[in-house]
């Protein structure tokens, strides 16, 4: 029975799913955000995860149970094949691909969790994830709705991989979403972009913004940071956070440092992690930086960096959204960003919020980051702009959504 609370919106039972913590991307930081918004908001939430494993346990808020399904290998789904119907040789050929999807051996896991559990909605993040939560329900027989959730711009991630199992989205969104109850994507650009490669209805999308900034994010920026870069004392510093992967396209963000660096002392510290560090490193060092670098890897707090960077640079390919660039604004930290698809235009307010930037043009991105350490930034303009992509804002557009499709 469901109970309603001062904001309207009944007490729901909510499952978020989601493979793992593994990677330090923003669709995990969302769920985390979500989660926190609905927990306080009164609502009963789950978190359940392919896996246990990763970065953000820690920051699991109070309030949220985890289910860990304790997944392995893709393979643990096969023994369901003959419940899937007219999907088995489907699911088959994805479970036995080249090195398919571990998220994939969720299935029959998730599907006992919604039997025994019977949540309302289940929110799902990702492709693969997204089909397993579709079939799951079918599998389970009951009753919950399935939301699924795309945190980048299909097409262009598709285009620009090798991978056989991303050169399969396609197929598999295309055979999944329109089962489920709602489709979400994270900006107008990704929702577009599903109606041109998906072929679906735009009707059948809803845009909602990544839930991102919190009372959580400003208390962890103002948290001290002890790095002798940032004491206030040295030359500029620029910042950028994102994996080592050919879609945050750090190469050209070290070449056009390397420009700046030739006329104005300048330093540039890199957080995130990934394959492609070896070749970046190789890089930096070709290119005669590497001591005003820094690439420290992963770390948990990065708005403390965000609070005390002259200038955040954000140099991708592609993105679906681009979090950090709120998480950015939210700090107060002035931006240059690449005018990639989809999301920093739509955060960036076109250009009023930051310097937007043509795709892979070192020369460009050098102009733009010196011009930007010489402007005199707007410091709560840029912090007002961050609020608008809330955490309440986005939890709010969750509730009406599910209400929409509970009716």
């Known amino acids: 029975m469901k109970t309603t609370i001062l904001d309207e919106h009944p007490l729901r039972h909510i499952a978020l799913f989601v493979r793992s ?12 955000n979500l989660a926190c918004g609905l927990v306080a908001r009164g609502h009963r939430v789950d978190l359940v995860m392919a896996r246990v494993k990763g970065h953000f346990l820690d920051q ?40 398919p999807a571990f998220v994939l051996g969720a299935l029959s896991g998730l599907a006992q969790y919604l039997k025994r559990e019977q949540p309302d909605v289940v929110i799902a993040s990702m492709d693969y994830p997204n089909a397993v939560a579709v079939m799951a329900r079918k599998l389970s027989r009951v009753n919950s709705r399935v939301i699924v959730t795309i945190h980048n711009t299909l097409s262009e991630e598709v285009a620009r991989s ?9 197929k598999v969104d295309r055979r999944f979403y329109p089962r489920a109850d709602a489709v979400v994507a994270v900006s107008q650009g990704v ?50 956070v994102g994996g080592f992967k050919p879609a945050k396209d750090h190469a050209t963000l070290l070449k056009a440092f390397a420009i700046v660096r030739k006329e104005q002392t300048v330093r ?24 005003d670098l820094e690439m420290p890897g992963f770390v948990e707090n990065p708005y403390q960096y965000m609070a005390r960077a002259s200038l955040f640079v954000f140099p991708s390919v592609f993105e679906g959204f681009g979090m950090v660039l709120v998480e ?54 840029l912090i007002a702009r961050g609020k608008a992509f809330s955490l309440d804002c986005a939890t709010e557009k969750y509730l009406e959504l599910i209400a929409e499709i509970d009716n």
């Open 268 to 291: 540039l510290v890199i957080l995130g992690e990934g394959k492609l560090r070896k070749s970046l490193t190789s890089l930096a060092e070709n290119l005669g930086i590497t001591e």
């Open 162 to 170: 090798k991978k056989p199992r991303v050169r399969a989205y396609v």
């Open 60 to 99: 699991i808020p109070p309030g949220v149970r985890v289910v860990d399904l304790k997944v392995t290998s893709a393979k643990q789904s096969l023994w369901v094949l003959p419940r899937l119907g007219r999907d088995m040789w489907f699911w088959a050929r994805m479970v036995l691909a080249w090195k």
């Open 21 to 32: 913590f593994e990677g330090s991307g923003g669709a995990e930081r969302v769920f985390l």
């Open 191 to 240: 929702a577009d972009d599903l109606v041109r490669t998906l072929e679906l209805p735009a009707k059948s999308i809803s845009t909602i913004y990544n839930p991102v900034v919190s009372e959580n994010l400003v208390q962890r920026a103002s948290e001290p940071l002890s790095h002798p870069w940032f004491s206030g004392d040295g030359p500029p510093v620029l910042l950028t």
């Open 328 to 381: 950015a604004l939210a700090c107060g930290c002035p931006i240059v960003s690449t005018d990639c698809p989809s999301g920093p235009a739509e955060i960036l307010g076109q250009g009023r919020f930051g310097t937007l930037v043509p795709i892979g043009e070192e020369l460009s991105l050098a102009r733009a980051i010196t011009d930007a350490l010489e402007t005199r930034h707007d410091k709560a303009m």
